[in-house]
């Protein structure tokens, strides 16, 4: 499952980790070797394929990553049980899965370990339990195209997708169109407005998400995933939304390492787009 938006995330956070091992000179963060970055979630009931290996990079390169690992050997443990991921195709640092005897339950505790270039990473994570009372405020969202793509975005239309949050936690949401073939909601300028079969917003600390009219670009049956995210990823979170004049040090669980390893609990609403 990719994540544009967690990635950004984990980027500013290993921007900002640099800058305080170069401001503090006993900070536990300066390395007597280069670190290993880890992204690595799990999803309840989903399989394994989210976890990312790179390294820290110079900020005065002009990127928002360090280059990928490919060859590290990482391990996920549950109970008594080991499971050896393997890298995914391409160079991209990505790990994952193979078998299908590894179940990602609410509840369940993982261990990560990764061995790399003679160094040991390690972290622990839990999977959240899932949002509670997942609504939506109508099972169709009825899009009137007349006034064309600019008229759109002055179109207050919307349908609104709530949970409880007594506690204040942090959630996301994913929406995806779930249909084989994909019908434009406009077709007549083209991919001017730009088109995507899914989206997902940025974590938040609220009971609810407004899905207005440019987040669909398709018509048809949708699922909205909401997800619930483990205090790990939350902590994270929330230090890169730290007002820059008063930055604490960023939250990380990886030991001997930066990032953070963060388990996910969903449930799904659904919806379908049509036009007037």
């Known amino acids: 499952m990719g994540d544009n938006m967690m990635k950004s995330t984990l ?96 509840g369940d505790i993982f261990r990560i370990s990764i ?27 009825v899009i009137d195209t007349e006034s064309g793509p600019f008229g759109a975005r002055n179109d207050t239309s919307a349908i609104t997708v709530t949970w409880l949050n007594p506690d204040g936690s942090f959630y996301f949401i994913l929406v995806e169109n779930l249909e084989a073939t994909l019908t434009p909601v406009d077709d007549r300028f083209g991919d001017f407005l730009g088109r995507f079969r899914s989206f997902r917003s940025s974590p938040r600390d609220s009971d609810n998400y ?9 018509l048809g049956e949708h699922e909205v995933r909401v997800y619930k995210v483990n205090q790990e990823y939350a902590d994270l979170f929330e230090f890169g939304q730290q007002d820059s004049r008063n930055l604490n040090e960023p939250a990380s669980n990886i030991e001997n390492g930066l990032g953070v390893f963060a388990g996910f609990s969903r449930d799904v609403a659904h919806f379908a787009v049509r036009t007037k």
């Not at 000179?25 to 399989?47: F, H, N, Q």
């Not at 900020?59 to 991921?85: C, F, M, Q, W």
């Not at 790399?116 to 939506?136: G, S």
């Open 11 to 106: 980027y500013w956070f290993i921007s900002a980790a640099v800058i305080f091992a170069a401001c503090e000179s006993e900070s536990p963060l300066i390395p007597s070797s280069e670190l290993i970055v880890v992204r690595a979630y799990l999803y309840s009931g989903e399989p394994v394929t989210d976890v990312q290996l790179s390294y820290t990079y110079d900020l005065g390169i002009d990127t928002t990553s360090g280059p990928p690992i490919n060859d590290a050997r990482v391990v996920l443990a549950k109970d008594e049980h080991i499971y050896e991921l393997v890298p995914s195709a391409g160079d991209s640092g990505y790990y994952h899965y193979p078998g299908s005897d590894l179940s990602v339950e609410v």
């Open 115 to 141: 061995e790399y270039d003679e160094q040991t990473i390690t972290a622990t994570t839990i999977i959240p339990p899932p949002p509670e009372n997942v609504t939506i405020s109508s099972n169709e969202f």
């Open 210 to 218: 407004v899905i207005r009219r440019l987040d669909v670009t398709y």
